[in-house]
């Protein structure tokens, strides 16, 4: 398998402009992870989804954030308007069961300017 | 809430010297803990886990941890760090009884390798 596949890696954009990123887990996985890594505040767990079921979006920072998953497949994670201070790494993962590990993505270093 | 504490920001080991990684935590039961490695540009990867068992616990790399519930922690070590583990390693907690893996992750610790 190749992993969890995020993209794009790297994403600039203007302030106001919307932005999109993409992840598409390993095949057969059944909960699905966002995280944003900033300096100030390391590793923040945004929003999981089980079975393509949003849980838990408490780590959702705004109503500017938005994240879906259509299919088992497929996650986005949308910000709307974008801000420099969204700048940061966003890592997709996934996992099988309770009993395993998260696999995370290669991450998607977003620049806000 | 769980929660982890990764006390050492930043450590700086001469290669070949032994290394020790600390970590605490805090959960009700007995939790189910990770020691994840990123280097720099890259994801998460991960070293070790402990669920249940045997307390020391094996990774890749030449990496262990050792789990002990009575100081609540799970300090991950190796006994002569080589240059290429200069990285950022995250200790993270996850629930047993919930639904699924959701992690909570530590700070991270940066290690710096001295030749």
């Known amino acids: 398998d190749a992993g969890v596949i995020q993209s794009p890696r790297h994403e600039v954009t203007e302030m106001g402009q919307e932005v999109t990123l993409r992840c598409k887990p390993i095949?057969?996985?059944?909960?699905l992870f966002w995280y944003r890594q900033t300096m100030m505040r390391g590793l923040e767990l945004l929003i999981y989804?089980?079975?393509?079921?949003?849980?838990?979006d408490s780590g959702m920072p705004e109503d500017r954030f938005s994240a879906k998953m259509p299919n088992a497949s497929f996650s986005t994670l949308k910000i709307q308007p974008s801000e420099p201070r969204d700048s940061a790494v966003y890592f997709c993962?996934?996992?099988?069961?309770?009993?395993?590990?998260?696999?995370f993505g290669q991450g998607t270093r977003l620049t806000v300017v | 809430a769980q929660s982890v504490t990764q006390p050492d920001i930043h450590i700086t080991v001469s290669e070949g010297a032994s290394l020790e990684l600390r970590c605490n935590y805090s959960?009700?039961?007995?939790?189910?803990l990770f020691w994840y490695v990123q280097s720099p540009g890259q994801g998460l990867q991960l070293l070790l886990k402990y669920f249940s068992g045997d307390t020391l616990v094996q990774g890749i790399k030449g990496f262990e941890a050792e789990f002990k519930r009575s100081q609540s922690s799970f300090n991950l070590r190796k006994p002569s760090v080589h240059w290429s583990d200069a990285a950022e390693y995250f200790c993270?907690?996850?629930?047993?009884?919930?639904?699924?893996?959701?992690?909570?992750f530590g700070t991270g610790t940066l290690l710096a390798v001295q030749p």
């Open positions: 095949s057969g996985h059944n909960s």
């Open positions: 993962a996934s996992t099988y069961g309770r009993n395993t590990e998260a696999f």
């Open positions: 989804f089980n079975n393509n079921v949003p849980i838990d």
């Open positions: 959960y009700g039961a007995t939790p189910y």
């Open positions: 993270a907690v996850g629930s047993p009884g919930g639904a699924t893996n959701k992690l909570i």
